[in-house]
């Protein structure tokens, strides 16, 4: 059985609102698909460890402040 990440495959909406501003957050993605050098605070192991089997960590973020946090999406069976 595959698992597939409900929020990637656009099955579901997802909407957060900024904890700082209180506008809507952007999804940027799978946090592993979205870093680079560019973000040296995220730093892979770190993602690793976070996700876990049948889960997808999103990055979200705020396009007005610039706030981002990490959403974990349950996997989904398909
Ligand atoms: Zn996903
Ligand atoms: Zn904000």
Redesign the pocket.
């Known amino acids: 059985m595959d698992f597939e990440c409900p929020l990637c495959n656009a099955l579901i909406d997802v909407s957060e609102n900024?904890?700082?501003?209180?506008?809507p957050?952007e999804d940027r993605g799978r946090i592993e698909d979205y870093f680079g050098p560019y973000d040296p605070y995220l730093d892979r192991a770190i993602v690793s460890m976070d996700e876990q089997p049948h889960q997808c960590v999103h990055l979200f973020a705020?396009?007005?402040?610039?706030?981002d946090s990490r959403i974990v999406v349950n996997q989904i069976p398909i």
Do not use: I, L, R
């Open positions: 900024c904890p700082q501003c209180g506008n957050m705020c396009p007005d402040c610039g706030y």
